[in-house]
Structures are given as structure tokens and as C-alpha cells.
């Protein structure tokens, strides 16, 4: 069975600093991976995800994961935070035959002035 | 392209009444998925509907049923409502056969269950 873990349930940083939210998976399968973001009173959008190929993917508004097999991780990386990033961001993780989409518990990402 | 769409947006019901949410998904697509989210236990699967049929399920009770209909939306109820099925109920569409798992959802359904 898949399972997928976000270590931190909150990421606090101010406004135009780094910031990284992390991302494990488990699974005896191949995968594809995402990140979802959701805006309050939203429902999910889909922020990036690795599917194949490079293992760096990176979204249009500046996010950039990056696939590493060997410590099975995607972790979701910013360079430099905007007040309008604050939301509550997934990491998901599907196996390449059933296509079922199991998500992490969710990382709030609360970014201050 | 009209996105999800999922009705009644807000809803209050009470304990040990029954409620029916609805799903609309994007055209197109067959697949449909509905997930329970709260603060405390995040986002829960709890079925698929594909061609009508559901294809997955998730850990939920007897209470939770689900169908979809021949032109894709679909409906799920939930019976004899309990305090802890206060939620935000998301709806979520995807293509199978593109064999990628991307869902596109709704903006939810959040019950309030008093």
C-alpha cells in the first residue's frame, strides 16, 4: 500500500525568504507525484507534478519539486515567497495501475509581511 | 471548458438526518472521486465512480454511498448523520486511460452537522 507523509503540519516565513515543504512517500510501485495547492474556501489545484523524465519539475509561479527515488521524497521548494502563496499545500502520490490518488495530511504554508 | 461543479456549496443538517451531495464533473470526463476533509485527519478517499461503477472505495461506513449516472455527475449520501461528519466533501473528475492520476476538483460541498 501507498502512504505518503508531510512532516510539517506548518511552515511560517516571511515574506520573500526560501522555503521548502517536504514530501516522503512509501510504495512497491512505480508512481507519479504531485502537489496541490488550496487557496481558502477553494478546492484543490494542481501546483506541479513528475510523472516522468526530468526529476525536477517546476510550476508557473516559481514552485520547483524535485523526484529523488533513492530517498523516496518530493520535496516542494520556493526561492523567494509572495504574501499570496499563504495556503495549505498536498503532496499526492498514485501508483501507475490503479491510478488511485492517496494524499499527504497537508503542509499550511502561512507567509507574513 | 466549465470546470467541477459541486451543489449546494454549504449545508447544515442535524444528527441522524440523511444529506445528498452532488457532483457535476468536467465534460468529458468519466472518472469521478470523492474525498472527506477535515482538520484533523486531512484529505480521506472515499470512493470512485467510473462508467457508472465504482471502481475504488476508501475505509468509510456503510453510511457513505455514492453512484454516478450515465452522463457522469454523481450524487453521494450520507446517512444518519453524526457530529463527526462535518467536513468539506470535494468532488474530483479525471480521464482514466491517461494513466496519471491528475484529478481536477470542485471547490467542495461543506457540511455542517449539528
Known amino acids: 500500500a501507498q502512504s505518503v507523509t508531510q512532516l510539517d503540519s506548518q511552515v511560517p516565513v516571511f515574506e520573500e525568504a526560501p522555503v521548502e515543504l517536504r514530501c516522503n512517500y512509501s510504495?512497491?510501485?512505480?508512481?507519479?507525484l504531485f502537489w496541490y495547492v488550496q487557496y481558502p474556501n477553494q478546492g484543490l489545484q494542481l501546483l506541479l507534478k513528475y510523472l516522468s523524465g526530468s526529476t525536477l519539475v517546476e510550476s508557473i509561479n516559481g514552485f520547483e519539486a524535485e523526484f529523488n527515488k533513492s530517498q523516496t521524497s518530493f520535496h516542494l521548494r520556493k526561492p523567494s515567497v509572495h504574501i499570496s502563496d499563504t495556503a495549505e499545500y498536498f503532496c499526492a502520490v498514485s501508483d501507475r495501475v490503479t491510478d488511485k490518488l492517496i494524499f499527504g495530511t497537508g503542509t499550511r504554508l502561512q507567509v507574513f509581511p | 471548458k466549465a470546470g467541477v461543479t459541486q451543489t449546494p456549496r454549504y449545508l447544515i443538517k442535524t444528527r441522524g438526518q440523511q444529506v445528498t451531495l452532488s457532483c457535476s464533473p468536467i465534460s468529458g470526463h468519466r472518472s469521478v472521486s470523492w474525498y472527506q476533509q477535515t482538520p484533523g485527519q486531512g484529505l480521506q478517499f472515499l470512493f470512485e465512480y467510473f462508467s457508472e461503477t465504482q471502481r475504488n472505495k476508501g475505509n468509510f461506513p456503510g453510511r457513505f454511498s455514492g453512484r454516478q449516472f450515465s452522463n457522469s455527475r454523481s450524487e453521494m449520501n450520507v446517512s444518519t448523520l453524526e457530529l463527526g461528519d462535518s467536513a468539506l466533501y470535494l468532488c474530483a473528475s479525471s480521464r482514466p486511460g491517461l494513466s496519471t492520476g491528475e484529478l481536477f476538483f470542485g471547490e467542495g460541498s461543506r457540511l455542517t452537522v449539528l
Open positions: 510504495s512497491s510501485v512505480s508512481v507519479y
